[in-house]
């Protein structure tokens, strides 16, 4: 444990390190409450032992400027004169526990025991904290129950090679068109891991801006930012031992990237504000929809950022690219929100089963999701019709009887130039074995092709 003295008797600060340090802790002492609240901003201690009888100060009325600050700090009272009001005293005020001096070895042991114990539990509790939010985000989705086979050697190859490194702690990136399950699968390698026992802790890169994003990941201290009223610890710190989740890691700023290198590259990071290298200990899954490679060579995300977190890659097959599990997908989420809401469906009908499987779902799992649920509420008889599903654009039907290659607005239709250009750009991109040769196919340069992309939002 890393420990911290507080007393202005020295030789109680001398001959109580060294009892500690005997035992194998990390000892440091102050001899006065500014030293020690000095050191608590810079520092993290597991266990502070505090003199009752601190020169003028009363180490009673110190107790709670620690504890205003570090609510969750283990504080134990050291007292010349321990009697039942001291004793009451110190609790009441928040302290951990108290010893009598002179103590003798065993009743120091008694105390570290103790405090390893009440550590090991705080750290269950922050571990709860994270589980709980997990599963409240994804209660929140309502999710139907989660199926990772597949009927498409493709889609199976990519979940064989994720699940296979999933006890690996190696850094693995997840690669796919929104809504093809990405966060789930990261979610689905943590249970599947070594780590399935410790946090797995989210963080979406686009939702915050640059500083709040950063303290997000690495924490803050008081003052380092306006709106930074007090330290905090990141979420790096929460996913101690465990999983970090980075999604949309395609929006991570420029100016964070060094930051999150440093963390995967040397295991170490610092809070915003602070000059104070921490070691990290966590596994990272990260998630884009964007096309990584692209963005680097455009210059938008560090060439050596986008290898370290390339080390397992995998790329979720969109799910125009999987008929056969489109339907059994379709099937599954029926079934799921029917008995949700109680109400007896018998199937889709011919004509309904038709529509989605010549619908391209661009929304991919989200969006088959959001309309199997919609139609399961909507349907007036016993089987879900076409007109219980939500009508989709003309530009994202799926010609019967063709693969997705042959799909997109017709020439001569009631279509924009600009519709014609997507759809064209889309499927080119679907079938190009490289960037370089969709764009020359397509008679532009890579630049313009990448502009473009990003201008329609196709990953
Ligand atoms: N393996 C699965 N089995 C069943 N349903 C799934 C599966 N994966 C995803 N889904 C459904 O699709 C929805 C979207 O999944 P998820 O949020 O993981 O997609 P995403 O690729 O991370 O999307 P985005 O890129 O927009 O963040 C889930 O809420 C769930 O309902």
Redesign the pocket.
């Known amino acids: 444990m890393d420990i911290l003295i507080i007393d202005d008797e020295r030789s109680i600060r001398l001959t109580t390190s060294l009892a500690l340090e005997n035992e194998g802790h990390y000892v440091e002492s102050v001899d006065c409450s500014e030293a020690a609240l000095r050191r608590l901003r810079e520092e993290k201690f597991d266990l502070i032992f505090l003199d009752l009888r601190l020169g003028d100060e009363d180490g009673l009325e110190v107790l709670p400027r620690i504890l205003e600050k570090h609510p969750r700090q283990l504080v134990t009272i050291f007292t010349a004169h321990a009697s039942i009001e001291t004793a009451v005293k110190a609790t009441q005020a928040g302290a951990f526990d108290y010893l009598e001096k002179p103590f003798t070895p065993d009743q120091l042991r008694a105390i570290l025991v103790k405090a390893k114990k009440a550590l090991a539990t705080q750290g269950e509790v922050v571990r709860l904290q994270e589980t709980v939010q997990e599963l409240k985000s994804e209660a929140s ?1 309502n ?2 129950p ?3 086979a597949s009927e498409d050697t493709r889609t199976n190859q990519e979940f064989d090679t994720l699940f296979r490194a999933a006890a690996s702690p190696a850094s693995v990136l997840i690669l ?1 068109e ?8 990261a979610r689905e390698v943590h249970h599947r891991s070594h780590l399935r026992e410790k946090p797995f802790v989210t963080v979406s890169c686009p939702s915050l801006s640059r500083e709040l994003l950063e303290s997000t990941l690495f924490g803050h201290i008081k003052g380092s930012f306006t709106g930074a009223v007090k330290d905090t610890w990141g979420k790096v710190h929460a996913a101690e031992g465990g999983t970090l989740f980075l ?2 890691i395609g929006e991570l700023p420029m100016e964070i990237q060094p930051k999150l290198l440093r963390l995967l590259q040397e295991r170490e990071y610092e809070r915003l504000g602070e000059n104070k290298v921490r070691p990290a200990n966590v596994r990272v899954i990260a ?1 884009t ?1 964007r096309d990584l490679a692209a963005q680097v060579a455009a210059g938008e995300f560090r060439e050596d950022l986008y290898y370290r977190l390339n080390v397992i890659s995998v790329r979720v097959p969109s799910l125009r690219e999987r008929p056969k599990d489109l339907v059994r ?1 379709a099937e599954s989420y029926l079934i799921h929100f029917s008995n949700q809401i109680g109400r007896k469906l018998r199937g889709f009908s011919p004509e309904a089963m038709r529509v989605i499987s010549t619908h391209s779902w661009p929304g991919n ?2 969006e088959l ?1 959001n309309a199997i649920e919609r139609a399961t509420i909507l349907a007036r008889g016993e089987w879900i019709e076409p007109i219980d599903l939500p009508r989709p654009e003309a530009s994202e039907t799926i010609a019967a009887g063709k693969s997705s290659q042959g799909t997109g607005p017709n020439v001569g239709g009631e279509f924009s130039l600009d519709q014609l250009e997507e759809a064209h750009m889309r499927r080119i991109l679907e079938w190009a074995p490289t960037l370089q040769e969709a764009a020359s196919i397509l008679g532009i340069d890579k630049a313009t092709l990448y502009r473009k992309r990003k201008r329609f939002g196709i990953s």
Do not use: C
């Not at 929104?178 to 966060?183: A, C, N, R, V």
């Open positions: 989705q999710t139907p989660l199926d990772f796919g929104s809504g093809t399950g990405k966060s789930v699968i999604d949309e998630a929809n997908f799992l989200r999701r």
